[in-house]
């Protein structure tokens, strides 16, 4: 089979808006030269467009016309390793995302344990930073919680009482389990995370997390977030003020 028609027939599966590599494309070293010949010609064609060098997506039609991939998945090479999970989005561009900002940002912040993103992709800059916990597929929407609440201060066009109640918003509507993963993972951050997550958490009547935020605590320690006694009056039993 030519290395043409095998790159049309693995392209022909791949879902309209889905980005991917030469890799995914099962392209063999030798017939590289040939795929990057066949690539082009898809792109000439708008089969296929080309999101950044060795990546390309599918464009999506809609009656707007085609549409570009999202952040997610443009930057889905960054985030995955061998199909497992290492880093996700975190920053403005989550804070967004969860209703926490109303702002959009081109600087792109991604979080991994073990490795460093810079890169631009159109004209997204990603730049790296640094995670608290081992990323997985099960753990990094968690982690942007407590990513949200560690740069609480930093959220931008920040309100206190829309931010605090979007927060409870999204906490409560967690699963108990990963409430309790939650409070788990936030004493591997800074102190001032468990500390406002303590806050949150007593604030909702949810006792049974409190323990574990406690043991990171320093009872002489304050934590300066500038949120009212009124909007959360717990803060003063966890040093926030």
Known sequence: MKVSEKINKKIARVPDGDTFTYSQLGVEPQEFGAAAKAMGRLVKTGTVQRAS???????????????????????KPYLFEGGSRVAY???????????????????????????????????????PVKSYVD????NFGLLGILDAIKDFKKIPDRDHERTVKRLAEIIGALKDSDKERL???AVKYPPRVPALLGALLENMKEQK???TLKEKMNPLTKYAYGIPKQLLPTITLWGIE
């Open 89 to 127: 989005i975190t920053g403005p561009s989550l804070y967004n995302r969860l209703g926490l900002t109303t702002q959009l940002s081109n600087n792109i912040k991604v979080a991994s344990r073990d490795r460093r993103v810079i890169a631009a992709i159109g004209n997204l800059k990603i730049t």
């Open 209 to 211: 997390y409190l323990g």
């Open 183 to 185: 409070a788990r993972y």
């Open 53 to 75: 060098t060795g990546l390309f997506y599918k464009p999506k039609q809609t009656v707007f016309g085609s549409l570009k991939p999202n952040e997610e998945e443009l930057l």
């Open 135 to 138: 990323v997985t597929n099960d």
